[in-house]
């Protein structure tokens, strides 16, 4: 098949199809790329730069740039890992990410980045922002404390759901996720059967009566890291 | 040859990150083999006799005596720990952090509920602790030199990082034992 081509990771050979990024091809062949804001399913959007690689020693989001036969890419550096660790902390101390009494601890990907890479503490000074909550809605709240503007609320409403009931507003550290509405979500169209309310990566954007069901050992991180199941090759079946 | 010592304290915190010190169970006797405690609530002395190993600290800094201790800790300790959520990020208390403090004192004083205080007056007693403007993690107030996470850490990720820092060995937690919550 002429669609298919090679490149490396890491010195290692991975193939990929045409029109693939390098985030799916790498996922298709059991190699992963630390990501936060990327959603299979949702168009990737490149906001969190978490997977970030150099591609033949350029600095590019894995998810946005598309694979190319024969170029070089790394992934396992410690600079790039550097940079990334110094991501995840930023978003600890710029949020309000009470872990412990959290619905989404366990489960969360941010959290699951920290611990995958070894971090005990952020390395920044916390910033204790003020921002809101919205518990309006009889089935979804929202927590901004937690949000980490990763967008894929927004996506998933408008491309998936096609309700458009989020978007942000404001800019740098007054930028929300802000809803379609007069005042609150209770007023916008939101189910919680919208794919919207599945898609959050940490605890913002959550179904309410579903939290803490899961016990403490069994949670989707406990005992292994994220990108686990892409590294011994089962996500790759999909 | 004297045994090495190990202080402990709580300051903004529950208690809750040394009782899951004491869930260590049986191997605190082990542990006493290895160390001796010096000031800390486990054996309640109070002022700090020696030069200690290894410093543990519970809870963040919410009060002026919660500084004061947390100085005295790291002036006595070679190496000092922030144990738990609220050492390292304030945890519960911060919760407070983005409530002014009158609105705080207010409501838990005057406002609240349950309140009762018929003087209406917030306790402002010399003796009281001035509280803070707000909660400060153990490591934006003196040098922290590892940091266990959880709420409370686990049982074992203590006692591995204790006999790891005790025994001269790198502190190599593994996975399931960092957690923050
Ligand atoms: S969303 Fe994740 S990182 Fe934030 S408080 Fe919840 S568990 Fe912690
Ligand atoms: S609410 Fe959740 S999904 Fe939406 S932008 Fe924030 S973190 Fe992302």
């Given amino acids: 098949m002429s669609d298919t081509f090679t490149f490396t990771i890491d010195g290692v050979e991975v193939t990929a199809t045409k029109g693939q990024t390098i985030i799916e091809a790498a996922d298709q062949s059991g190699v992963y790329i630390p990501r936060l804001c990327y959603?299979?399913?949702?168009?990737?959007?490149?906001?969190?730069?978490?997977?970030?690689?150099?591609?033949?020693?350029r600095p590019q989001a894995a998810c946005t740039q598309p694979a190319a036969p024969g170029i070089e890419v790394t992934n396992e550096s410690a600079e790039l890992n550097k940079h990334r660790r110094a991501l995840i902390d930023m978003h600890f101390v710029e949020g309000n990410h009470f872990c412990m009494f959290c619905e989404k601890s366990g489960d969360c990907e941010l959290q699951a980045l920290a611990y995958r890479?070894?971090?005990?503490?952020?390395?920044y000074p916390y910033m204790f922002p003020k921002r809101d909550i919205d518990a309006t809605h009889p089935d979804i709240f929202?927590?901004?404390?937690?949000?980490?503007?990763?967008?894929?609320?927004?996506?998933?409403?408008?491309?998936?759901?096609?309700k458009n009931v989020f978007q942000f507003v404001g800019r740098g550290s007054d930028k929300r996720v802000a809803v379609n509405s007069?005042?609150?979500?209770?007023?916008?169209?939101?189910?919680?059967?919208?794919?919207a309310a599945e898609v959050c990566p940490v605890g913002a954007l959550l179904r309410k009566r579903v939290g803490f069901a899961k016990p403490i050992g069994k949670r989707d991180y406990d005992n292994t890291p994220i990108g686990s199941d892409i590294e011994s090759g089962k996500s790759a079946a999909q | 040859m004297s045994k090495p010592k190990v202080a402990t304290t709580s300051l903004a915190g529950c208690f809750g990150c040394h009782m899951s010190l004491l869930d260590i169970d049986d191997r605190i006797l082990k542990l006493i083999e290895l160390v001796d405690f010096d000031k800390s609530p486990i054996n309640d002395i109070k002022k700090f006799t020696g030069r200690c190993a290894?410093?543990?600290v519970e809870g963040g800094c919410a009060n002026e005596h919660n500084v004061?201790?947390?100085?005295?800790?790291?002036?006595?300790?070679?190496?000092?720990?922030?144990v738990g959520d609220c050492a390292i990020m304030g945890g519960i208390p911060a919760v407070r952090n983005g409530i002014p403090l009158k609105e705080c004192l207010d409501?838990?004083?005057?406002?609240?509920?349950?309140v009762y205080n018929p003087s209406g007056q917030i306790p402002n007693d010399p003796e009281l602790p001035l509280i803070l403007d707000r909660v400060y993690p153990c490591h934006e107030v003196v040098k922290i030199d590892y940091h266990l996470p959880g709420c409370p850490?686990?049982?074992?990720?203590?006692?591995?990082?204790?006999?790891?820092?005790?025994?001269?060995?790198?502190?190599?937690?593994?996975?399931?034992?960092?957690?923050?919550?």
């Fill in chain 2, 153 to 181: 850490p686990p049982a074992d990720m203590l006692w591995e990082a204790l006999v790891a820092l005790l025994t001269d060995k790198p502190l190599d937690l593994p996975y399931e034992l960092i957690k923050y919550d």
């Fill in chain 2, 107 to 114: 409501e838990a004083y005057i406002n609240g509920p349950t």
């Fill in chain 1, 117 to 123: 890479f070894g971090i005990t503490a952020p390395q």
């Fill in chain 2, 54 to 56: 290894v410093g543990l």
């Fill in chain 1, 39 to 57: 959603c299979e399913g949702l168009k990737p959007y490149g906001g969190c730069r978490i997977c970030t690689v150099l591609i033949n020693g």
């Fill in chain 1, 142 to 162: 929202i927590d901004r404390n937690r949000c980490v503007m990763c967008g894929r609320c927004v996506q998933a409403s408008r491309d998936v759901d096609g």
């Fill in chain 1, 182 to 195: 007069e005042a609150n979500l209770a007023d916008t169209d939101m189910a919680a059967s919208d794919k």
């Fill in chain 2, 68 to 82: 004061h201790v947390l100085q005295d800790f790291r002036r006595n300790c070679e190496i000092l720990i922030s």
